[in-house]
């Protein structure tokens, strides 16, 4: 142990600018990962991760790498951190445990939204950023141009800059070589009571909760009991390694060092990631002494953002759906759900995100490892509600109250930066204002790239923004939102009848101003969706009693029924189950069948 001989970085990135590939390839390059159990991208390792490409859980590894410069053996420890926004807390947590992050720039694309995102990140935990040309194999590369790009936007010196390629192995040896040299070592105080940031944390059946962290001060080792401080909870370490990547056992870890612990530890909120740990022994001692230990800075609770609700198809899997995700909890502290009964829907739960990707995380993983058939509802963000100076939370849209002159009613805000080929300005400006967006800032990154940014309400992004603005600039812009804070808006709840029966699933809550041709599309969006019966079916939407727009659908016409010859009637009764239902997951709501994309409506209006 030597800690000047130590370096911790991350690596970050734009969404498939090669983070992955890169990090296998320093992993591969230092021999820490014999090459048969290299398997694709080692360090994201859930199934859903690897087929969109995204890195959902955090992992570190730990390799020793020889300088070719001073021929000294380094230990250079790799913090992986999640590649979207959702996870933007943990990503900060991470890059808080490092001293440097390799800035991968795919040198055919340029900088996107979440090259700068992560720039902002790093800057704060005050990392040295190395940037690096990646793809430079790629004929469309143009790593010059780039290079200036990097230098004008966010101020680094690119003149020695690196240029690789990840996937054909080139630039990796000047890769470590300028972690070794610009990373700074930690700053170790090994004498110092010992502190530890943790930077993830998952269950693990057999071990139970493991808990990735960095040393900050002093020093742990098997048998010391630990405290959380945020949590308040005491384990003692049952088992303490590092991760290369395979988790091997050593006898301490001191300050300045990466590694695992666990400690039958339960819950994953005892060790929630943010969170920092020190030694029960310590934390009593300095309490009796009147000078409490401080808990390292930047712990955060995650705050669902998104709401949506989970119902089973079949009643009868409502059990096993709660067992699913009390399962799924286990490994993600920042999922919470409680129990919602609707009328139509029946039981299930009203579940909270962190945000829109994380929601989908989720609900792949229950249909796919659960096997579980849901009906998911529209998702929807958090308001709030003054009424007589009491303020309410509102998780459900069909829960906000009809609002009067007496009620104050919020929202919440994001920050969103938008990068894109300038020629599309305009059309990013038409659809920040179809989405009550505030338009903060328009600037030139190079005379044919731009940057807007603007703040809106997050109800408007968590509907299809993402896909709206890559339809309207073919796919070539990038955003990054952060949440910025509550304001008042003037919401209304917006109730949808079917059948005239309330369909509760279906509300939502929108801006006055919009309520009307929000209504009126809504209207006919669920009139496409739901499939003819044998009746006529009105559809309402309206606020509070008042009907604001209508349609209906008409009923099946008989000539369906006069294509079975003969008079049999269980011939008769199949056909028309098939019309109605299809394969589709369906939820009747009063004589109604609605197929689950009628839930989803709210987000497909034209
Ligand atoms: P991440 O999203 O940043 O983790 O990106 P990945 O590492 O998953 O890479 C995204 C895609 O780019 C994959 O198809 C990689 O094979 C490809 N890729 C990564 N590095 C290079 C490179 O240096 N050259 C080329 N041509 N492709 C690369
Ligand atoms: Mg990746």
Do not use: W
């Not at 053996?73 to 999640?82: E, G």
């Not at 079916?537 to 008042?546: F, R």
């Amino acid at each position: 142990y030597n800690s000047e001989r130590i370096r911790n970085f991350s690596i970050i990135a734009h969404i498939d600018h090669g983070k992955s590939t890169l990090a296998d390839r320093l992993l591969e390059s230092t021999q820490t990962v014999a090459l048969r159990d290299m398997e694709e991208q080692l360090l994201d390792n859930m199934d859903i991760e690897r087929e969109r490409g995204i890195t959902i859980k955090l992992q570190a590894a730990r390799v020793l790498y020889k300088s070719k410069k001073d021929g000294e053996i380094y230990v250079l420890n790799l913090i992986d951190t999640p590649g979207h926004v959702d996870f933007t807390y943990e990503v900060s947590r991470s890059l808080a445990a490092c001293e440097g992050a390799l800035l991968v720039v795919d040198a055919s694309q340029g900088i996107e939204a979440q090259t700068l995102a992560n720039v902002y990140l790093a800057l704060e935990n005050d990392l040295e950023i190395i940037p690096v040309l990646n793809k430079i194999d790629l004929p469309a590369a143009d790593p010059d141009r780039v290079a200036e790009e990097i230098e004008e936007t966010i101020g680094l010196d690119c003149t020695d800059i690196v240029h690789a390629s990840a996937k054909a192995g080139i630039g990796i040896d000047d890769i470590l070589e300028s972690i070794v040299q610009k990373v700074p070592p930690p700053q170790a105080n090994v004498d110092k009571p010992f502190r530890a940031l943790i930077f993830d944390s998952y269950y693990d059946s057999y071990r139970g909760v493991i808990v990735f962290f960095r040393v900050v001060d002093g020093q742990v080792k098997k048998g010391d009991k630990l405290r959380f401080m945020a949590s308040a909870a005491e384990h003692e370490v049952t088992e303490l390694g590092v991760m290369t990547p395979k988790q091997v056992q050593v006898e301490n870890l001191r300050a300045g060092e990466v590694g695992y612990i666990c400690g039958s530890i339960k819950d994953v909120l005892d060790a929630r990631v943010g969170d920092t740990m020190v030694l029960s022994k310590q934390f009593k001692e300095a309490k009796a002494a009147d000078a409490p230990m401080k808990a390292l800075p930047g712990y955060a609770d995650s705050v669902p953002m998104v709401y949506c609700g989970l119902f089973p198809v079949d009643a009868d899997d409502y059990e096993s759906l709660r067992d699913s995700l009390g399962k799924l909890r286990l490994n993600d502290a920042s999922l919470s759900y409680e129990p919602e009964t609707s009328g139509a829907m029946g039981f299930g739960f009203r579940c909270g995100f962190l945000g829109l990707l994380h929601m989908e995380i989720i609900n792949e993983r229950l249909s796919r490892e659960y096997n579980l058939d849901l009906i998911m509802t529209a998702p929807s963000v958090v308001y709030k509600v003054i009424h007589n100076g009491v303020e309410k939370t509102i998780e459900a849209p069909s829960k906000m109250p009809d609002v009067t002159r007496d009620h104050e009613t919020l929202e919440p805000y994001v920050k969103m930066e938008i990068l894109t080929p300038s020629e599309y300005n305009g059309a990013i400006i038409e659809l920040g204002q179809e989405r009550r967006g505030i338009l903060i800032d328009i600037k030139y990154l190079t005379p044919t790239r731009s940057t807007i940014v603007y703040e809106l309400p997050l109800g408007e992004v968590i509907t299809d923004f993402f896909d709206q603005l890559k339809s309207r600039t073919k796919g070539y812009a990038s955003m990054e939102y952060k949440i910025l804070e509550y304001r008042a808006s003037d919401l209304v709840r917006l109730d949808v009848k079917i059948n005239y029966e309330l369909a509760t699933a279906l509300a939502t809550v929108v801006h006055r101003d919009n309520a009307q041709s929000m209504g009126r599309r809504l209207c006919a969006s669920l009139k496409e969706l739901i499939p003819r019966q044998m009746f006529k079916i009105p559809i309402q939407a309206c606020i509070g009693v008042k009907v604001v727009a209508s349609e209906h659908i008409s009923p099946m016409r008989k000539d369906v029924l006069a294509k079975c010859y003969g008079g049999d009637i269980s011939r008769k009764k199949k056909l028309l189950n098939k019309q109605a239902k299809g394969k589709k997951k369906m939820k009747s709501i009063g004589k109604v069948t609605v197929p689950q994309e009628a839930f989803m409506a709210v987000l497909k209006l034209d």
